[in-house]
């Protein structure tokens, strides 16, 4: 026997219609490049959200085309967040930190048809856009206005879509190979929304009363779902613009009295080191947590925050697959009233997942590990936000196993309360900043070099980016290259953050019984080195 209840369709202009109804008067700020603060109502900001689905309706696009987005974080980009998802559209955001080269594949993989670029990034879309099938751009601050002014935004009717229609993409190059697009469903964006509402992380949850600043680039796995959330429960939004420093942050923090932030690890150590040098300059007694994520959350930077400045940091653990937040800090039964030292061990850890999402770490052989927080395995996960494929890569289709879970990549221990701690990527990608770089790729391009034999490229920690590529060579016998022979060598093909700052010459890579690089030993080898040296 079925239930009898309506068959109500899961879609984003539940969110918009919700938004203009109830929270019409609360705001949206943007940091603009000039570096005055621009402010919008919501009632404005969906009133522009409608008149960008009928402006993209009207050039003709047709249900289901992607509509891209080459932008900071904006008010101008929360809109195209609701516009062209509501106006029955992809949004497809791409990461201003690719070379152009990845940015032509992405935009020409996705099918792009339309982009809306700010002024500062047009240099960059101009050197790809011709390698695509781009036939509209739109520059923010330009064209982009005319476009929105050229239309009625009341003549926008909800498209009626149904919910397991797409809403979003993101590519991800987390792992080797070629980068791979993520298809976020209208139903799946709107679970996660609810889902991580409901999450209620270390009892700090979200409501309409928060200010939130979003650190974390729009154009990297939804912003974490933050202008979707922010929209959903009526929260005001504070745009941080290109000024991602720790001096920018902290004043936008004290101006727009902000209480939620979230970020990578790199944006809050910054501001920690900043604290710490001035503490007293910045009155965050409204700040009432901010969401580490994309890397671990370093123990040390969890406590600093909290007993120097009495701030909560909340820990999230997830991936652009999963769209992406997938678990947070919970300290639940008698541990929200432990120590802080018990406190912080368990904030250090990626949390539980969030309700609906569900989580197993197997072991090579395809066994079901304990929670003894020893047994490492591969993180295992599934719920209605998780990817349950890559957008035209069959090829892929093994990072899903036979009985519908996603394989996360990452090697970790469960322990008995379910807390999950990652202890390695079980792939050897480096992360930057909170941005993947490839080792391959890096290693592939190296290799090229005439004086190179061989060349393993691995992570190293990094005090400010938690991770930097160090290049291990072995040069070939009579011929000689220095760091910046190699450095200038790979220039030309990398966005700059992807060059090694380091690069030792070795007599020989140490090799697996079956030829591949042993990059743990590389790892031992130079990380201590780099803790000794720091
Ligand atoms: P991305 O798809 O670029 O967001 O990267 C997802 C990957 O980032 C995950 O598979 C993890 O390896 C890593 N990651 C994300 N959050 C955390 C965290 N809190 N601690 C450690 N690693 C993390």
């Known amino acids: 026997m079925n ?20 929270f019409g008067d609360k705001e949206i700020v943007t940091r603009l490049p000039d570096r005055s603060f621009h402010r919008i109502t919501y009632a404005e900001s969906c009133r522009r959200a409608r008149a960008l689905a009928v402006a993209l309706q009207e050039l003709g696009l047709e249900r289901g085309d992607r509509v891209a987005t080459l932008c900071w974080n904006h ?3 929360h809109e195209a967040y609701l516009g062209i998802p509501c106006g029955g559209f992809v949004l497809h955001t791409l990461n201003l930190r690719l070379h152009p080269n990845d940015l032509a594949y992405i935009a020409t993989h996705a099918g792009d048809r339309a982009v809306i670029v700010d002024r500062s990034l047009k240099p960059l879309l101009d050197q790809f856009v011709g390698n695509t099938k781009i036939e509209h751009v739109f520059v923010v601050e330009d064209d982009y206005e005319d476009l929105l002014a050229g239309v009625d935004p009341d003549v926008w009717r909800d498209p009626q879509l149904d919910e397991n229609e797409a809403a979003a993409m993101c590519y991800t190059s987390g792992t080797t190979g070629l980068p791979k697009g993520v298809l976020y469903s209208h139903r799946s964006t709107m679970l996660h929304t609810v889902g991580v509402a409901a999450s209620n992380p270390m009892s700090l949850g ?21 202008p979707y959330l922010a929209t959903f429960v009526g929260a005001k939004l504070v745009y941080p613009g290109p000024y991602l420093d720790p001096q920018s942050l902290l004043d936008a923090f004290v101006q727009e009295g902000v209480t939620w932030s979230a970020g990578v690890p790199t944006i809050w150590l910054g501001i920690l080191g900043l604290l710490d040098e001035d503490p007293g300059t910045w009155d965050l007694s ?79 052989d395809g066994n079901v590990l304990p929670w003894d927080g020893e ?17 035209e890569t069959p090829e892929q289709a093994d990072r899903w196993t036979d009985d519908g879970w996603f394989r996360t990549g990452d090697v970790v ?9 990652i202890k390695d990527r079980s792939k050897d990608v480096i992360k930057s900043g909170g ?27 990094d005090a400010k980016w938690d991770e930097r590529p160090l290049a291990a060579v072995v040069l070939r016998e009579g011929r000689t290259a220095t760091p910046e022979d190699l450095r200038d060598f790979l220039a030309p093909n990398f966005a700059k953050f992807w060059l090694p700052d380091r690069f030792e010459f070795v007599s020989e890579i140490p090799k697996t019984s079956v030829g591949k690089f042993r990059k743990t030993e590389l790892r031992e080898m130079f990380a201590a080195q780099a803790a000794v040296s720091s």
């Open 413 to 421: 221990s469960l322990h008995p309360r379910g807390y999950i701690q």
């Open 286 to 364: 409204r700040m009432k947590g901010m969401l580490v994520g994309g890397s671990a959350a370093p123990r040390a930077m969890i406590a600093g925050f909290k007993q120097r400045h009495g701030i909560n940091i909340v820990h999230g653990w997830g991936m652009t697959e999963t769209s992406p937040v997938a678990s947070n800090s919970q300290l639940v039964g008698d541990l929200a009233d432990a120590d802080d030292e018990t406190q912080f061990d368990y904030i250090s850890m990626q949390g539980l997942p969030l309700p609906l999402v569900e989580l197993r770490h197997r072991d090579e």
């Open 75 to 77: 008010y101008q980009h």
């Open 3 to 22: 239930g009898l209840m309506m068959d109500y369709q899961l879609t984003l202009p539940t969110i918009l219609r919700r938004a203009e109804t109830y």
């Open 206 to 226: 979200i409501s309409e009363a928060d200010s939130i600043l979003p650190v974390v680039p729009m154009f990297h796995a939804n912003a974490w779902g933050y």
């Open 435 to 461: 941005e993947w770089i490839s080792s391959v790729e890096l290693e592939n391009a190296l290799m090229a070099h005439p004086a190179v034999a061989e060349a393993a490229v691995i992570a190293v920690p």
């Open 375 to 391: 047994s490492m395995g591969e993180l295992e996960i599934r719920g209605p936000w998780v990817a349950a494929g890559y957008y």
